[in-house]
């Protein structure tokens, strides 16, 4: 069998690890640009997993399991660091909106610490507190290292004989007899049997041109990032009045970004001063010592956007054969993606969907068994 | 508003004393800490983030952000802070336990091949490891600072105020425009501020060149100026600049902006070339003539060409040994090197000898090897043009063999959109190039905004830059100007890195400083990993992610990557600048914004 994922991210990469983990034969990846270049290394690198639905958290939960697991194999230290993440509060909904879905956390085996403003105070006395009613905090949560990981699924990929295509746009996917066949590159054609598009953002282009159409759209985010300090800030951060989050990385870079309106589509990969502004006030209002602080870059990335916050992965089965779709992370997409690699690959050799990935079938759109994620962070 | 002023300022200053580990030292308040430092031969600045390497500042530029030195209670650049009477300047000469042990494995590699594939090893590691780097503290420090964000309004804005930018503002002007001129030194005028040799090619004497210049600007209303500022980039809604001094963000409004920031003078790739001692070749004449600071008796300069000769000249002149090396024989420099005094071709390898300081230089040769007792090592074989802001503005670079990444530009100066460059940062090598181009850029951006009536003037201009480019024998500049009409790339050729001076690759030879990334980390990634792209070396170390944002790295990366895996430059390519392309702190952010 051929098989070709498209797009080399951390989705592309893992699902090409998993395929030629099980033998799946012929496996090529094409990639537009470099390996990693496309919303991977934009990501910041953080994951988690708390979420509102069941379906989310216990995918998360499995996946960051699979990815330590995987990690000893690495040629590349993915530098996992279980930091937690707090959540900030500002109002009783918020608090009780937490407190009715930690019931559901603690059956999965991720029960976190609800905090008051003096316990926020004594564990992290560079939190202003002021306004805060309280907290929630998330220890199982952390970052990792993007490059990283990518770079260890992208050396254990070649390694297993998987075919690498840098800079090889995909222009267009022959289908004949509702199944796929070729795809067009800039350098010819390949025939193939199995195309998986693993294209983040850039998928909706894809699709369109075989006349699928799933309702999710890309939405540019951006990110800020300071000079490196003294390490202080161990979890992330997340303001949930402001909309605002931070966090130190292990470098010692403080990351943060906040909400901010960004017309939806592919717009270019710029930040804006206005957003910069934005969360340098909210920022240094809830931790102050961070006023001395400098912004030395900023950059965007694009988090794909599905209806119901949730990824999207495997096929409908009036699509035509052989097409599989890995995409629509809604912007946790590094966290879900070495479990989506390895139930894809399963369900593209055996056939069989595996119950983990069910409630991610495409087909919920049309079913209306939407997931109802609303825990989005930036 | 207070903060413009015309950029002359009285250089005296008044004498100060500013402490150092405790000890009383003397300063003058119109020269930067570094300075007054580096003077009274305490030249250490501060440790470096990963190795606790003793550091001290390679060049003046506030942009240059490699060391920050302990002043007060705040960490900052101390070439950008000038002295004050009771200053206080720590720097903490230990080196803590674990990194006394641990350094050896420490190397930019350690990320992704010593440590720990045992999950609960890690998890004890990645504590110590998080604690462990040098890095300035921000938590203890109290934010007593306030800020404030300024809108400026201006017809064009021209960025830098040397030679290129002052003509391009004074020509601007003269059409009735008005004009802001943004330069990160205190005061205009550039290069032709401390370089005191005439410029080649100009009629007039390097005195009477800027006095006329700086004249005509300061009497002209329609220019204002902006010094001790940092142009900070494109944001997509707004250009910035901002001031330490002021503690201010300006918000730049114009229709057209004139990027004349110059050149880079790049470190010299060498062993130890870190240490204490080690400058840019403008800061070398910055120091000796505009600060004249007594830099020591003897010096070596790395790099044989006219500019090294002016140096060498300039240093001799106030009194300083001059011993000038180079990997390869220039062909068309040899006969003034008599001039100089001694000169060592042909060199294989450098390495500085010292800890806290320069004291000896070690040269291997094709003929032997020779050790010299040397005060300070002058870096200047290869300068780049300033590319930061171009490269942020995403505009397309090429290599030029001999030249570096050059911006692609068009005979009218033009880059893209409403933006155009002028000087050294397209790339020319000679001041009445410069000139030239000031005044090109100048009227390219004024008929842009509609003074159409300049057309024949430009037209003829561009002939005399054409004539000028001929005669000067400027023949890559017509491929650049190719490049520009085409979106095909032409490929250059592999060229050896100018600045390289080590045989193989060295654990203490450093291309990043501010991530401690040797050239042996490089090498191992570009072999080990296979990986050629400087973007994806990026991405596996860290180089160019410091705080000079790549200002000093990139293209020495970039050709050191490519001279490993003998790819032309083009193909390794540089990575993309990111705004703003110097920090900027959240107090002025967060400041608010005033009229």
């Given at each position: 069998?051929?098989?070709?994922?498209?797009?080399?991210?951390?989705?592309?990469?893992s699902?090409?690890?998993?395929?030629?983990?099980?033998?799946?034969?012929?496996?090529?990846?094409?990639?537009?640009?470099?390996?990693?270049?496309?919303?991977?290394?934009?990501?910041g690198?953080?994951?988690?997993?708390?979420?509102?639905t069941?379906?989310?958290?216990?995918?998360?939960?499995?996946?960051?399991?699979?990815?330590?697991?995987?990690?000893?194999?690495?040629?590349?230290n993915?530098?996992?660091?279980?930091g937690?993440?707090?959540?900030?509060?500002?109002?009783?909904?918020?608090?009780?909106?937490?407190k009715?879905?930690?019931?559901?956390?603690?059956?999965?085996?991720?029960?976190?610490?609800?905090?008051e403003?003096?316990?926020?105070?004594?564990?992290?006395?560079?939190?202003?507190?002021?306004?805060?009613?309280?907290?929630?905090?998330?220890?199982?949560?952390?970052?990792?290292?993007?490059?990283?990981?990518?770079f260890?699924?992208?050396?254990?990929?070649?390694?297993?004989?998987?075919?690498?295509?840098?800079?090889?746009?995909?222009?267009?996917?022959?289908?004949?007899d509702?199944?796929?066949?070729?795809l067009?590159?800039?350098?010819?054609?390949?025939?193939?049997?199995?195309?998986?598009?693993?294209?983040?953002?850039?998928?909706?282009?894809?699709?369109?041109?075989?006349?699928?159409?799933?309702?999710?759209?890309?939405?540019?985010?951006?990110?800020c990032?300071t000079?490196?300090?003294?390490?202080?800030?161990?979890?992330?951060?997340?303001?949930?009045?402001?909309?605002?989050?931070?966090?130190?990385?292990?470098?010692?870079?403080?990351?943060?970004?906040?909400?901010?309106?960004t017309?939806?589509?592919?717009?270019?990969?710029?930040t804006?001063?206005?957003f910069?502004i934005k969360?340098?006030?909210?920022?240094?209002?809830?931790?102050?010592?961070?006023?001395?602080?400098?912004?030395?870059?900023?950059?965007?990335?694009?988090?794909?956007?599905?209806?119901?916050?949730s990824?999207?992965?495997?096929?409908?089965?009036?699509?035509?054969?052989?097409?599989?779709?890995?995409?629509?992370?809604?912007?946790?997409?590094?966290?879900?993606?070495?479990?989506?690699?390895?139930?894809?690959?399963e369900?593209?050799?055996?056939?069989?969907?595996?119950?983990?990935?069910r409630?991610?079938?495409?087909t919920?759109?049309?079913e209306?068994?939407?997931?109802?994620?609303?825990?989005?962070?930036? | 508003?207070?903060?413009?002023?015309?950029?002359?300022?009285?250089?005296?200053?008044?004498?100060?004393?500013?402490?150092?580990?405790?000890?009383?030292i003397?300063?003058?308040?119109?020269?930067?800490?570094?300075?007054?430092?580096?003077?009274?031969?305490?030249?250490?600045?501060?440790?470096?983030?990963?190795?606790?390497?003793?550091?001290?500042?390679?060049?003046?530029d506030?942009?240059?952000?490699i060391?920050?030195?302990?002043?007060?209670?705040?960490?900052?650049?101390?070439?950008?802070?000038y002295?004050?009477?009771?200053?206080?300047?720590?720097?903490?000469?230990?080196?803590?336990?674990?990194?006394?042990?641990?350094?050896?494995?420490?190397?930019?590699?350690?990320?992704?091949?010593?440590?720990?594939?045992?999950?609960i090893?890690?998890?004890?590691?990645?504590?110590?490891?998080?604690q462990?780097?040098?890095h300035?503290?921000?938590?203890?420090?109290?934010?007593?600072?306030?800020?404030?964000?300024?809108?400026?309004?201006?017809?064009i804005?021209v960025?830098?105020?040397?030679?290129?930018?002052?003509?391009?503002?004074?020509?601007?002007?003269?059409?009735?425009?008005?004009?802001?001129?943004?330069?990160?030194?205190?005061?205009?005028?550039?290069?032709?501020?401390?370089?005191?040799?005439?410029?080649?090619?100009v009629?007039?004497?390097?005195?009477?060149?800027?006095?006329?210049i700086?004249?005509?600007?300061?009497?002209?209303?329609?220019i204002?100026?902006?010094?001790?500022?940092?142009?900070?980039?494109?944001?997509?809604?707004?250009?910035?600049?901002?001031?330490?001094?002021?503690?201010t963000?300006?918000?730049?409004?114009?229709?057209?902006?004139?990027?004349?920031?110059?050149?880079?003078?790049?470190?010299?790739?060498?062993?130890?070339?870190?240490?204490?001692?080690?400058?840019?070749?403008?800061?070398?004449?910055?120091?000796?003539?505009?600060?004249?600071?007594?830099?020591?008796?003897?010096?070596?300069?790395?790099?044989?060409?006219?500019?090294?000769?002016?140096?060498?000249?300039?240093?001799?002149?106030?009194?300083?040994?001059?011993?000038?090396?180079?990997?390869?024989?220039?062909?068309?420099?040899?006969s003034?090197?008599?001039?100089?005094?001694?000169?060592?071709?042909?060199?294989?390898?450098?390495?500085a000898?010292?800890?806290?300081?320069?004291?000896?230089?070690?040269?291997?040769?094709?003929?032997?090897?020779?050790?010299?007792?040397?005060d300070?090592?002058?870096?200047?074989?290869?300068?780049?043009?300033?590319?930061?802001?171009?490269?942020?503005?995403?505009?397309?670079?090429?290599?030029?063999?001999?030249?570096?990444?050059?911006?692609?530009?068009?005979?009218?100066?033009?880059?893209?959109?409403?933006?155009?460059?002028?000087?050294?940062?397209?790339?020319?090598?000679?001041?009445?190039?410069?000139?030239?181009?000031?005044?090109?850029?100048?009227?390219?951006?004024?008929?842009?905004?509609?003074?159409?009536?300049?057309?024949?003037?430009?037209?003829?201009?561009?002939?005399?830059?054409?004539?000028k480019?001929?005669?000067?024998?400027?023949?890559?500049?017509?491929?650049?100007?190719?490049?520009?009409?085409?979106?095909?790339?032409?490929?250059?050729?592999?060229?050896?890195?100018?600045?390289?001076?080590?045989?193989?690759?060295?654990?203490?030879?450093?291309?990043?400083?501010?991530?401690?990334?040797?050239?042996?980390?490089?090498?191992?990634?570009v072999?080990?990993?296979?990986?050629?792209?400087?973007?994806?070396?990026?991405?596996?170390?860290?180089?160019?992610?410091?705080?000079?944002?790549?200002?000093?790295?990139?293209?020495?990366a970039?050709?050191y990557v490519?001279?490993?895996?003998?790819?032309?430059?083009?193909?390794?390519?540089?990575?993309?600048?990111?705004?703003?392309?110097?920090?900027?702190?959240?107090?002025?952010?967060?400041?608010?914004?005033?009229?």
């Amino acid at each position: 069998m051929r098989i070709a994922v498209i797009g080399g991210g951390i989705t592309g990469l893992s699902i090409a690890y998993n395929l030629a983990v099980r033998d799946a034969g012929e496996i090529h990846l094409f990639e537009k640009n470099w390996i990693t270049y496309g919303s991977s290394t934009r990501s910041g690198a953080r994951f988690r997993v708390h979420f509102w639905t069941e379906e989310n958290s216990r995918f998360a939960i499995e996946s960051i399991k699979r990815l330590e697991k995987l990690a000893g194999k690495m040629e590349w230290n993915p530098i996992i660091y279980r930091g937690g993440y707090i959540w900030l509060l500002f109002n009783e909904h918020q608090i009780e909106r937490f407190k009715e879905t930690s019931k559901m956390w603690s059956k999965l085996g991720v029960q976190g610490v609800f905090l008051e403003p003096e316990e926020i105070r004594e564990r992290y006395s560079y939190i202003n507190v002021d306004d805060v009613l309280g907290a929630f905090y998330g220890p199982q949560d952390g970052s990792l290292h993007h490059d990283y990981v990518c770079f260890g699924y992208y050396s254990l990929a070649k390694k297993l004989g998987v075919i690498f295509h840098e800079l090889t746009p995909i222009n267009d996917i022959n289908i004949v007899d509702n199944k796929v066949k070729q795809l067009k590159t800039l350098n010819g054609v390949v025939d193939v049997d199995v195309v998986v598009l693993a294209t983040g953002a850039w998928t909706n282009e894809l699709l369109e041109k075989i006349g699928i159409r799933l309702s999710t759209e890309p939405v540019r985010k951006e990110v800020c990032l300071t000079e490196p300090y003294h390490h202080f800030i161990d979890p992330l951060i997340i303001d949930m009045g402001s909309g605002a989050y931070v966090g130190q990385t292990l470098k010692g870079e403080i990351l943060g970004s906040i909400d901010y309106p960004t017309p939806p589509g592919l717009i270019k990969l710029e930040t804006r001063l206005e957003f910069v502004i934005k969360w340098a006030k909210a920022i240094t209002k809830r931790i102050p010592s961070l006023k001395n602080a400098r912004i030395m870059r900023t950059w965007a990335g694009y988090y794909m956007m599905s209806t119901d916050n949730s990824h999207i992965m495997g096929r409908e089965p009036e699509w035509p054969e052989g097409l599989y779709v890995a995409y629509g992370y809604s912007g946790h997409g590094f966290m879900m993606a070495p479990l989506v690699g390895e139930l894809l690959a399963e369900n593209i050799l055996t056939g069989k969907t595996p119950e983990l990935m069910r409630p991610f079938l495409p087909t919920r759109f049309k079913e209306n068994k939407l997931i109802q994620e609303k825990l989005v962070i930036g | 508003m207070d903060n413009f002023f015309n950029g002359i300022r009285d250089r005296q200053g008044e004498k100060v004393s500013i402490f150092y580990c405790g000890r009383n030292i003397e300063g003058y308040s119109s020269e930067p800490v570094s300075l007054a430092l580096y003077s009274k031969g305490y030249k250490v600045l501060g440790r470096s983030k990963k190795l606790y390497r003793f550091r001290g500042f390679y060049s003046l530029d506030p942009q240059d952000r490699i060391v920050l030195t302990k002043i007060g209670d705040e960490y900052v650049n101390a070439c950008e802070i000038y002295c004050q009477d009771g200053q206080n300047i720590e720097v903490d000469f230990s080196t803590p336990f674990l990194v006394k042990v641990f350094s050896p494995l420490l190397d930019g590699y350690f990320q992704h091949r010593r440590f720990v594939k045992n999950r609960i090893l890690w998890r004890l590691a990645v504590d110590k490891i998080k604690q462990m780097a040098n890095h300035p503290e921000v938590r203890h420090i109290e934010a007593r600072k306030t800020g404030r964000i300024i809108r400026v309004a201006s017809d064009i804005v021209v960025v830098g105020g040397g030679l290129a930018g002052l003509t391009a503002a004074y020509t601007v002007s003269q059409l009735g425009l008005k004009t802001l001129i943004i330069d990160k030194s205190i005061e205009l005028g550039g290069r032709l501020r401390y370089d005191y040799m005439d410029v080649p090619g100009v009629p007039v004497s390097r005195e009477y060149l800027l006095e006329d210049i700086l004249t005509k600007i300061s009497s002209d209303g329609n220019i204002k100026t902006l010094t001790r500022t940092i142009f900070t980039g494109f944001f997509e809604d707004y250009p910035t600049a901002y001031s330490q001094e002021e503690r201010t963000l300006y918000i730049l409004k114009a229709k057209g902006f004139i990027i004349a920031t110059g050149v880079v003078d790049l470190p010299c790739i060498f062993r130890n070339n870190d240490i204490p001692g080690i400058f840019s070749a403008s800061t070398v004449l910055e120091m000796v003539n505009r600060y004249r600071v007594k830099l020591g008796e003897k010096s070596l300069i790395i790099g044989l060409s006219q500019n090294s000769l002016r140096i060498a000249e300039q240093l001799k002149r106030s009194g300083i040994d001059v011993v000038m090396v180079d990997n390869s024989r220039s062909q068309s420099i040899q006969s003034d090197l008599s001039r100089v005094g001694e000169c060592i071709v042909n060199v294989r390898e450098i390495e500085a000898v010292g800890r806290k300081c320069v004291e000896k230089a070690n040269i291997i040769h094709d003929d032997g090897r020779d050790r010299l007792e040397v005060d300070f090592i002058v870096c200047s074989a290869f300068s780049n043009p300033d590319i930061l802001i171009l490269n942020q503005l995403d505009s397309r670079l090429i290599y030029i063999g001999g030249v570096g990444f050059v911006p692609v530009h068009d005979e009218y100066m033009h880059l893209k959109d409403n933006i155009f460059i002028a000087g050294g940062v397209s790339g020319s090598p000679y001041s009445i190039l410069h000139l030239i181009e000031g005044e090109i850029a100048a009227l390219s951006a004024a008929y842009k905004l509609g003074a159409k009536e300049v057309e024949p003037l430009i037209e003829e201009k561009i002939k005399e830059y054409r004539t000028k480019l001929n005669e000067m024998n400027v023949k890559w500049k017509n491929k650049v100007f190719r490049n520009s009409r085409s979106e095909l790339i032409e490929n250059s050729s592999f060229t050896y890195p100018p600045t390289l001076f080590i045989e193989r690759p060295r654990r203490d030879a450093f291309i990043c400083f501010c991530e401690d990334i040797t050239t042996e980390d490089i090498s191992r990634t570009v072999h080990e990993k296979g990986y050629t792209l400087l973007e994806l070396v990026k991405r596996s170390l860290g180089v160019c992610t410091g705080r000079c944002q790549g200002r000093l790295c990139m293209v020495n990366a970039a050709l050191y990557v490519s001279y490993l895996s003998n790819l032309d430059p083009s193909q390794v390519g540089l990575t993309k600048a990111r705004a703003p392309v110097t920090s900027i702190p959240l107090y002025i952010l967060a400041g608010g914004e005033e009229e």
